[in-house]
């Protein structure tokens, strides 16, 4: 009988280390370059910058508001927290956030190439496979968008509850227990999408642990506190995203239309996945959904589930990577419709696990002779080469508004957020006539919203036409009678023409509609003192 010597052992316990060393330096290269980005004017704002309590930093009454609040149509205090904890240690500054993001996402990159080294791969095998995940270009939009935070905390939290639950499994301590239940609730604090971890821990169960005939009645049970704080969480979020009229309705959204939708997202994401073309940071709902499309994508889905269903007892990790892939998405699908997207890079980052796992320990158990296994390293060297490339690009184009909004309109078309969010960025530049041109193509597009005539108002201001100014606020508050904003504007116009009464109704609404809004205010205490005066010398 042989046993390993001491080093050997020692070095059995470095090497997983070294090869994450390895992957902490390629997930660098492409992502670095974030250090210099700045904020994006969508999400970012309520997120961040904007946000006076996040901004304030970390305290008692912030961490109140943040389990409290549904603002952004979710409930996600860990999330707030976090950034919270930036603002503290480093300002509401862009570099911070994104370098935070950063390494939260080297974090998950290296969990996920310890699952895969759990779940029986080699350590080669599964060095590729987790670089294949990291540095794929579909998880950018979770890293360089500094308000997808809660993708990268979910994620981490995810993946620890998972790696966790497998040593739970085996062990059968309870303080294993308890732990994976905290990291599993640590992921829901940080978004809702980990409410599929039970589902994925019953995965477990079937491969590699088999444990759904031996155990059926201890599996049961030890899920119910997990399914419990799933339903939780799930009511807690549909109380947000109802508040907030975030999810749309069936008559905006046909139910036909979102199944239809589903399966072609399905088939979009695959593609993706081998094929990473064409990404961004929006993709227009399709209101016309081609049948052929519908058709083809029901019919990959029908051909792969078949295959992997046929193969089940000799390869059952291929099903469980299939059945992760389907099951982790299904709440981002778009059967209950939250946004104006047909789909989302963001949502790729966790599910994307199960293709890689699926088709990565394939070909690892497959490819066994020496000459296949070489010649699989050199093809996955030039793949990770072209997706690093891929990743650099990528990044790039966030490093601000304009570029990443251009690069929208230039990859899926004209749509109405990147019109409007263009606008907006140039109108922060200074650059009004330009605001103008986005901001009318994003009202051709939807005549109904407020916000957009009342930005284009500002516009026409910077460059001294009130006429057509005021008439875009009126247009706003016709639109949206509820809004303070073009009230606002409207009383500084009449303040210029010298009409202090009809700038004191405009100031009285204002106010009225938003009484927290302290320049508003200020503005109206100052138009009655000049009202004053000016009754007084007559």
């Not at 794929?136 to 639950?165: G, I, M, N, Q």
């Not at 993706?272 to 049948?291: A, I, K």
């Not at 890689?356 to 699989?376: C, P």
Request: hydrophobic share 50%.
């Amino acid at each position: 009988m042989t046993t390993d010597r001491p080093e050997n052992q020692t070095m059995k316990k470095i090497k997983p280390l070294l090869w994450s060393g390895l992957l902490v330096v390629l997930i660098l290269l492409p992502y670095g370059q974030m250090h210099s980005h700045q904020f994006i004017n969508w999400d970012d704002p309520h997120y961040i910058y904007q946000n006076p309590i996040v901004s304030q930093g970390l305290s008692r009454p912030g961490i109140l508001w943040a389990f409290t609040t549904g603002v952004t149509a979710n409930w996600h205090p860990l999330t707030w927290i976090s950034h919270m904890l930036d603002s503290t240690l480093f300002g509401p500054t862009p570099a911070a956030a994104h370098l935070v993001n950063l390494c939260w996402y080297m974090g998950c990159v290296i969990l996920v190439f310890f699952f895969f080294l759990r779940l029986g791969a080699s350590l080669p095998a599964a060095f590729f496979m987790a670089s294949f995940f990291g540095l794929h270009p579909l998880h950018v939009e979770s890293v360089a968008w500094a308000a997808e935070r809660k993708d990268l905390l979910c994620a981490f939290f995810f993946l620890s509850a998972t790696l966790v639950y497998l040593k739970y499994a085996r062990e059968r301590k309870a303080p294993l227990y308890l732990l994976t239940t905290v990291f599993f609730i640590l992921a829901l604090l940080s978004k809702p999408m980990a409410v599929t971890w039970p589902c994925v821990a019953l995965l477990l169960d079937y491969w590699p642990l088999r444990r759904l005939k031996s155990e059926s009645k201890k599996i049961f049970y030890e899920k119910i506190p997990w399914f419990l704080l799933t339903v939780f969480s799930s009511i807690v979020t549909i109380v947000a995203q109802d508040k907030n009229a975030a999810v749309k309705s069936l008559t905006d959204f046909p139910i036909a239309d979102r199944l239809a939708n589903a399966a072609i997202s399905y088939g979009v994401y695959l593609k993706q996945s081998f094929w990473p073309s064409g990404l961004t940071v929006f993709y227009p709902y399709p209101y016309h959904l081609s049948l052929f499309s519908v058709i083809a994508a029901d019919l990959a889905l029908a051909g792969i589930s078949f295959i992997v269903i046929k193969f089940r007892h000799e390869r059952p990790y291929l099903l469980w990577g299939w059945l992760f892939y389907l099951g982790v998405l299904f709440p981002v699908i778009g059967i209950i419709q939250v946004g104006g997207q047909a789909h989302a890079d963001r949502y790729m980052l966790l599910p994307q696990i199960g293709i890689i796992l699926a088709v990565g320990l394939f070909l690892d158990k497959q490819l066994t002779d020496a000459k296949s296994r070489k010649m699989a390293g050199s093809t996955m060297i030039i793949i990770g080469a072209t997706l690093m490339i891929l990743t650099f690009r990528q990044v790039s184009h966030w490093k601000n508004n304009i570029t990443l909004f251009n690069h929208n309109l230039e990859t899926a078309g004209e749509n109405e957020l990147a019109h409007f969010n263009l606008g907006s960025a140039y109108l922060t530049a200074n650059e009004p006539e330009t605001a103008i041109i986005h901001y009318s193509a994003a009202a051709q597009m939807n005549p109904q919203d407020a916000t957009t005539y009342n930005n284009m108002g500002l516009a026409f201001l910077k460059q001294k036409k009130e006429d057509f100014a005021e008439a875009c606020f009126r247009q706003a508050i016709l639109l949206n009678p509820d809004i303070a904003q073009p009230h606002f504007h409207l009383a500084v116009i009449n303040i210029n023409r010298g009409m202090l009464n009809d700038a004191m109704e405009h100031l009285n609404e204002a106010v009225r509609l938003a009484p927290d809004w302290a320049e508003a205010g200020n503005l109206r205490d100052a138009v009655l003192q000049q009202k004053k005066r000016h009754d007084y010398k007559k």
